[in-house]
C-alpha cells in the first residue's frame, strides 16, 4: 500500500561472501546520491541509465563505508516494478548493517519483512499461481520477525522502553486531560515543565541509540539451546563450554547484565546459549517441564545441541525430541563417553534413519573433556559452509529498531520546537503521541486505547 | 381484537436527541415519519447535565449543524450562557458549551417538530419488531398497534428494561420517573441482538433558595456570544446571560462517603450495568483518587423559570439520608433542600459492532439505531448517532447512497467508527484524543467540511451551500495573497511589531511569515497590508488558521491520505474470512464478527495485526485479478 521508500539486506547474513542491500520505492534514486559517491566524485546515479552498474563507494557524508558495486534498475523493470537500488558490497555483517543504516539515514525505511515480494506482488509483477506462497511468505517472516524482535530484545531495553513510554503517555493524558475538562485542570505554563521531562527522555534514548550502535540492543549471536533429560550432563556441557572459551559478559550502556543468556564465543562465532532455569539450573528440563515446553525452546533456536546419556537406554521421550529436530540445525552429543556404553552411535543412527534426518553425532565426555574439540570444529563448520546463519533478521530487526529510536527522538525535537515557539499546548500531544507510537514498535505494543486509559485512571474527569 | 394498521416509510422509536434528529431528517427528506415517545412531555429531555457542548461535544453540535441538523438551532433558541472553552489554546480544541433552558429546550424542539411536515408523533411503547428473512417490515405498539414501514429508527436511549437505584431504593422507571419500555428488548434479542446492560448517573438538584451562593465563586457567560449554528444570527444570540456557581468538596465530605458506600448499590452489588470512567460518581471518585482533599462541584441553573440548580460533580447513588449528609458538608449547601434526589440508572442496550458504519444492523436491513442505544452517552453523541441514521434510514428507503463519515473528516466520524470497531465496554463519551486527526476537524470549519455533504442528502439549502462555496474560494484567494505579500523592514512596520510586542525586522520578509508569529495574527497586521480585501468574521478566522499552523496542517493531510488508502480499499460484505487461510486464528474470528467495511477499518480491530492486513490486501488483489480473467 504504502509507496515510500524501502530497504533491506538481500542476502542472508553469513560472514562470507558478497552481500547486496535492496533499496525499492520513489526516493530510491534520491537516497543513492546523498551516499554514493565514484571515483572521480562526480556522478550521479540519478542520471544513469537504467540496468548498468557502476563501481564506487558508500559514504556517509565524508565519512567511506564500504567500496561497492551498485546496479540501478529503473521503474517498471525491476522486481517490485519501483525503482530500485541495489548495492553489492563485501559480505560481512557489520558492512552490511552500517550500509543500511546509512540508506535509512539519508530517506529509506527498514522493509518490513517480506515487503519487496509484496510490493513485487501488489505491483501485479508476480503471477497469481504464486499468490498463496507470497500471503505465506509474508505471514512466516512477520511470525519470525515478531518473535525475534521482541524476544531478541534485551530485557532492560525493554524495561527502559516501557518505562519512557509511560512517562510519555502520562505527560499526554495530563494534557488531554486539561483539554478536555479546562475547568478542573489547568496547563497554562505547562511547556517548561515538559520541556524538562522531554531533556531527560531524550537522554535516555540517546543512551539507547549509542547501545544500538554496538548491537547492544539486541542479543546477537547463533541462538543455542542446548537440551536433554536429566543427568545427561548439560550443566557439565555448560560449564566445559564457558570454562574453555571466554565467556562473554555484555554490559549495555546504563543498564545491566540481562540474566536469562550466556554468551561463549567460539573462534569469533558467537553462540548465544538461551540459558533458562530448565536448562541449566534443574537437570530434568523434559520431565520437568515437558515436551511442550521444550518444543519451544526449539523454535526460537538457530541451533540445538541435543545431549544424551550414553549410559542409560534411549526412552520414547529422547525419540521424541530428535523426531522433532528435523527440520532444525542440531547436534547430538552422547556424552558420558567415560562410562560403559548403552547407547551407541549406531543406535541414534538409527533412531535419526528412520525419522528420515542426517545429524552430527558426536561422543562426548564432558567430565573428561574429551569430543569437545569435536563439537566446537562441527559447530565452526556448519557456520562456514553456511549451514548455520545468524538470526538472519537480526541485523534487520537492530536496523528498524534504530530507526524507530531515531524517529522518535525527532518527535521529542519537534515537541521542543513547539514548545520553544510558543504553540498552544494541545500541540505538543501530536508529536508526543508519534513518539509514543515508534516507542511502542520496538516492544511490539500497539497504542490502543492506552490513552484514554490513563487519563481516566490517573486523572478525575467528569461532571 | 380490532387493532389499528398503518403504513410510514420510516418509525423512529424515542424522541429524545437521537430520535428528534433521525425523525426531523427523514420527515425533511420528504419522507412520511412516524416517530414514537413513551411520553411527549419528555421530547429532547435532558434528564442529566443542563448543558449542550464542551469539549469535543462542542464540535459534534456544529457537526450536527453543518449536516442539517437541529441541535445547534435549538440551543441557540434557548440557552442562558455560553462559553468558548479552551480559547488560550490550539484552534482544534475550542469548543463551544451552553447551559440550557432545559423546559425551553425541550418545548422548542417540540415545537419544531410539530411544525414540520410529513413527522407525525404518537406516545405510545413499541414492544415488538416485525422482521421478515432479515428485513425489518414495521414495530406493533403495546396496545396491539402494527405500524408497516420501510427503515426503523431504535432510539431507545436508557429507557430499556431502565431501573433506578440510590441506597436501597429502586424505581423500575426511565429517568426521571418516566415509563420504562419493557418489553423492546425481549424483542431484540429473538431478533438476535446481543444486548449489554450499561449504567449512567446524575446528581440531585437543590432548591436555590436553599443555597448560600456567596460561599461560592461566581461563573459567567462570555462577554461576546458564538453561536452553535452557522445559520444564527450571532446578533441574535447577545442575551443577557445566568451564572454558574463553583465550590469544593472537603474531607469531611469524603468521610461521609467512605463511611457509607456499603450503602451504595453499586458497592453492595446491586448495580450490574458498567458505569463510565469519564463521569464517575462522587463516590468513585473519592475512593478512586483517595489522596485528592477536594472535588470542584459546579452549581448550574436547569432553567430561567424553576429554583432547581444541577450540583455537577456530585452524581451518586448512596441512600436519600447520606445524600443529604453529603450535600450539605459543600460550602454554601449547608442548607440544601433537596428536590430529586440523585440516582444511578440501568438500561439495556446493543454491542454496537452489529452495526455497520451506515448504523444500519449487518443482519436486519432497514434497521437502524442510535443514541445511548449503541452504547454511547451524552446529548450530541446521541444526536449525532441519531442523524446519521436517520439520514441513512432515509438514504435506504429512497434507495440512494447512505452517509458515511470517516475518521479523517468529522468527529462523528471517529465516534461511528469507534463504535463498530472497537470493544466497547462501557458508555462511550467523545473527546477530542479520540480524534487522531483533530487538526482538520476543528469546530470552526465543519460547515466547510460537512455542509456540501449535507447539501448532496438534501439538508441544507441551496443558499447555505452557495455561501460555503463562496467562503472556500474567498479562503483560498487571501491565504495566497498573505503568502506572496511582502513587508519590508521600514519604519511603519516596526512600530506596529513594537505595539504588539514582536520583535523588529531585520530584512523584509512576506505577511504570512508574521502571522506564523506566536504573538501576532491575520487581523493584528491591517496597518501594514493596505491592499487587504473586505472580509467576512468567519473567513478571516480560517485564514489565520492556515496561515499560522500551516505546518501542523500540511503534516496531517500527508497523514490522512496515506489514512484514505486503506480506507477506501474495500472488504466484500458478508464474507468468510476461514476462506483466507494465511490469517492468524484471531484475525478471522474478529473479522467474521465485525465484518469491517474496508481494509482501514479491519485495521483498527483489535487482534488483527499488521502481518493480517498485509495478507488481507495480498487476498484482495487475488481476488481482483481472479475476477478481471473470468
Not at chain 2, 406493533?140 to 398497534?145: L, W
Amino acid at each position: 500500500m504504502k509507496t515510500d521508500t524501502i530497504a533491506a539486506i538481500a542476502t542472508a547474513m553469513t560472514n562470507s561472501g558478497i552481500g547486496i542491500v535492496r533499496i525499492s520505492g520513489e526516493e530510491a534514486f534520491s537516497v543513492i546520491d546523498k551516499i554514493y559517491r565514484s571515483k572521480n566524485g562526480k556522478k550521479k546515479l540519478s542520471q544513469e541509465e537504467s540496468h548498468t552498474v557502476h563501481y564506487g563507494y558508500i559514504c556517509d557524508g565524508e565519512k567511506i563505508i564500504d567500496e561497492v558495486m551498485v546496479v540501478i534498475m529503473r521503474a517498471p523493470r525491476s522486481y517490485t516494478t519501483e525503482d530500485t537500488i541495489e548495492i553489492d558490497c563485501h559480505g560481512g555483517t557489520l558492512v552490511m548493517k552500517r550500509i543500511l543504516e546509512t540508506v535509512i539515514k539519508y530517506g529509506a525505511r527498514p522493509a518490513e519483512p517480506g515487503e519487496f515480494t509484496k510490493r513485487a506482488f501488489l505491483n501485479g509483477r508476480i503471477d497469481l499461481s504464486q499468490a498463496e506462497s507470497v500471503i505465506d511468505v509474508i505471514n512466516a517472516k512477520n511470525d519470525f520477525a515478531l518473535e525475534s524482535s521482541i524476544s531478541q530484545l534485551q530485557g532492560k531495553v525493554k524495561e527502559k522502553i516501557k518505562e519512557i513510554r509511560g512517562k510519555v503517555i502520562h505527560e499526554i493524558a495530563f494534557i488531554e486531560s486539561a483539554l478536555d475538562d479546562p475547568e478542573h485542570f489547568s496547563i497554562d505554563g505547562y511547556g517548561e515543565k515538559l520541556s524538562k521531562i522531554i531533556e531527560g527522555i531524550s537522554k535516555e534514548i540517546e543512551i539507547l541509540l549509542a547501545s544500538s550502535e554496538n548491537g547492544e540492543l539486541l542479543k546477537e549471536g547463533i541462538n543455542t539451546v542446548i537440551i536433554g533429560k536429566p543427568n545427561a550432563g548439560k550443566s557439565s556441557l555448560m560449564n566445559v563450554l564457558l570454562g574453555r572459551e571466554r565467556a562473554i559478559v555484555t554490559d549495555i550502556a546504563g543498564t545491566t547484565r540481562d540474566a536469562l543468556e550466556e554468551q561463549i564465543n567460539l573462534n569469533g562465532i558467537t553462540l548465544n546459549i538461551v540459558d533458562t532455569a530448565g536448562i541449566r539450573d534443574t537437570e530434568d528440563i523434559v520431565e520437568k517441564i515437558g515436551v511442550d515446553k521444550a518444543k519451544e525452546y526449539l523454535k526460537s533456536a538457530n541451533l540445538i545441541i541435543y545431549v544424551v546419556d550414553s549410559s542409560t537406554e534411549l526412552d520414547q521421550n529422547d525419540e521424541e525430541i530428535i523426531s522433532m529436530l528435523s527440520d532444525k540445525k542440531a547436534i547430538i552429543l552422547l556424552n558420558k563417553s567415560d562410562l560403559s556404553q548403552v547407547t551407541s552411535q549406531e543406535v541414534v543412527e538409527k533412531v535419526l534413519e528412520e525419522n528420515n534426518m542426517e545429524k552430527p553425532v558426536i561422543l562426548i565426555s564432558a567430565k573428561e573433556q574429551t569430543g569437545i574439540d569435536k563439537l566446537e570444529n562441527t559447530i565452526k563448520e556448519m557456520f562456514f559452509q553456511g549451514e548455520l546463519s545468524f538470526n538472519d533478521e537480526i541485523y534487520i530487526t537492530n536496523v528498524r529498531q534504530k530507526a524507530a529510536l531515531q524517529s522518535a527522538m525527532k518527535s521529542f525535537q519537534l515537541v521542543q520546537q513547539s514548545i520553544e515557539n510558543e504553540m498552544p499546548e494541545d500541540f505538543y500531544s501530536i508529536d508526543l503521541m508519534s513518539a509514543y507510537e515508534e516507542l511502542g514498535s520496538i516492544i511490539g505494543e500497539a497504542v490502543g486505547e492506552d490513552l484514554v486509559n490513563e487519563i481516566f485512571s490517573k486523572f478525575c474527569m467528569g461532571k | 381484537m380490532p387493532c389499528i394498521e398503518e403504513n410510514y416509510d420510516v418509525v423512529v422509536v424515542g424522541a429524545g436527541h437521537a430520535g428528534c434528529e433521525a425523525a426531523l431528517a427523514c420527515a425533511r427528506l420528504g419522507l412520511e415519519t412516524i416517530v414514537f415517545t413513551v411520553s411527549v412531555e419528555s421530547i429532547a429531555l435532558m434528564p442529566c447535565n443542563p448543558n449542550i457542548g464542551g469539549s469535543s461535544k462542542g464540535h459534534l453540535v456544529r457537526e450536527i449543524d453543518a449536516l442539517g441538523g437541529e441541535m445547534g438551532k435549538n440551543i441557540d433558541k434557548t440557552f442562558i450562557q455560553s462559553k468558548m472553552l479552551n480559547v488560550s489554546k490550539g484552534p482544534a480544541v475550542h469548543s463551544l458549551r451552553a447551559q440550557a433552558d432545559k423546559a425551553e429546550y425541550s418545548r422548542a424542539m417540540r415545537m419544531t417538530m410539530e411544525n414540520t411536515e410529513h413527522l407525525t408523533i404518537r406516545q405510545a411503547e413499541v414492544c415488538k419488531l416485525i422482521v421478515e428473512d432479515g428485513v425489518i417490515k414495521g414495530v406493533k405498539t403495546f396496545s396491539g398497534a402494527t405500524y408497516y414501514s420501510k427503515a426503523v429508527v431504535l432510539c431507545t436511549g436508557t429507557y430499556l428494561k431502565a431501573r433506578c437505584l440510590y441506597g436501597e431504593v429502586i424505581n423500575y422507571t426511565g429517568p426521571n420517573g418516566l415509563q420504562p419500555a419493557n418489553h423492546l428488548t425481549d424483542s431484540l434479542k429473538e431478533n438476535g441482538v446481543e444486548m449489554f446492560r450499561f449504567k449512567t448517573g446524575t446528581p440531585a438538584r437543590i432548591d436555590k433558595r436553599s443555597i448560600d451562593f456567596s460561599k461560592m465563586q461566581e461563573q459567567k457567560g462570555d462577554e461576546r456570544v458564538v453561536p452553535f449554528s452557522f445559520t444564527t444570527n450571532p446578533e441574535d444570540v447577545q442575551i443577557e446571560q445566568e451564572s454558574c456557581w463553583l465550590t469544593y468538596t472537603n474531607l469531611k465530605t469524603h468521610e461521609i462517603i467512605k463511611n457509607n458506600l456499603d450503602r451504595s448499590p453499586i458497592y453492595a452489588g446491586i448495580i450490574e450495568g458498567t458505569g463510565p470512567r469519564y463521569c464517575p460518581s462522587i463516590e468513585d471518585k473519592v475512593v478512586k483518587f483517595a489522596d485528592k482533599e477536594r472535588h470542584q462541584v459546579f452549581i448550574e441553573p436547569e432553567g430561567k423559570y424553576t429554583n432547581e440548580m444541577y450540583i455537577g460533580g456530585m452524581s451518586s447513588s448512596l441512600p436519600e439520608d447520606v445524600q443529604y449528609e453529603m450535600y450539605r458538608t459543600v460550602p454554601g449547601l449547608e442548607h440544601a433542600k433537596i428536590v430529586k434526589n440523585a440516582y444511578a440508572i440501568e438500561y439495556d442496550c446493543i454491542n454496537p459492532r452489529q452495526l455497520n458504519p451506515t448504523l444500519e444492523f449487518k443482519k436486519i436491513k432497514g434497521l437502524f439505531s442510535g443514541g445511548q442505544f449503541n452504547g454511547s452517552s451524552g446529548y450530541e453523541e446521541a444526536a449525532s448517532q441519531g442523524l446519521v441514521a436517520g439520514i441513512n434510514a432515509a438514504m435506504s428507503v429512497l434507495g440512494k447512497e447512505p452517509l458515511v463519515l470517516d475518521r479523517s473528516e468529522s468527529y462523528i466520524g471517529v465516534l461511528i467508527d469507534d463504535l463498530v470497531t472497537k470493544e466497547n465496554k462501557e458508555p462511550y463519551r467523545m473527546m477530542t484524543s479520540r480524534a487522531e486527526y483533530r487538526l482538520l476537524l476543528r469546530q470552526d470549519n465543519a460547515d466547510l467540511r460537512l455542509s456540501k455533504k449535507g447539501y448532496a442528502i438534501g439538508l441544507i439549502s441551496q443558499e447555505r451551500y452557495d455561501w460555503v462555496v463562496e467562503k472556500e474560494r474567498l479562503i483560498q484567494e487571501e491565504v495566497e495573497r498573505v503568502e506572496h505579500v511582502n513587508i519590508g523592514a521600514n519604519a511603519k512596520t516596526q512600530k506596529v511589531l513594537e505595539e504588539h510586542g514582536s520583535t523588529p525586522l531585520k530584512n523584509g520578509t512576506t505577511l504570512a511569515e508574521l502571522i506564523r508569529r506566536p504573538e501576532l495574527n491575520y487581523e493584528d497586521l491591517a496597518e501594514i497590508d493596505p491592499q487587504r480585501p473586505q472580509l467576512a468574521y468567519d473567513v478571516v478566522e480560517q485564514v489565520n488558521i492556515h496561515i499560522k499552523y500551516d505546518g501542523y496542517i500540511k503534516r496531517q493531510m500527508k497523514q490522512v491520505k496515506e489514512f484514505k488508502k486503506l480506507e477506501n480499499k474495500k472488504l466484500p460484505e458478508h464474507f468468510d474470512y476461514e476462506q483466507v487461510k494465511s490469517l492468524r486464528i484471531e484475525a478471522k474470528q474478529k473479522l467474521n464478527l465485525y465484518q469491517p467495511v474496508s481494509v482501514g477499518q479491519a485495521s483498527r480491530i483489535s487482534g488483527v495485526s499488521p502481518a493480517d492486513i498485509s495478507v488481507l490486501l495480498v487476498y484482495l488483489e487475488q481476488m481482483h485479478h481472479q475476477k478481471k480473467d473470468k
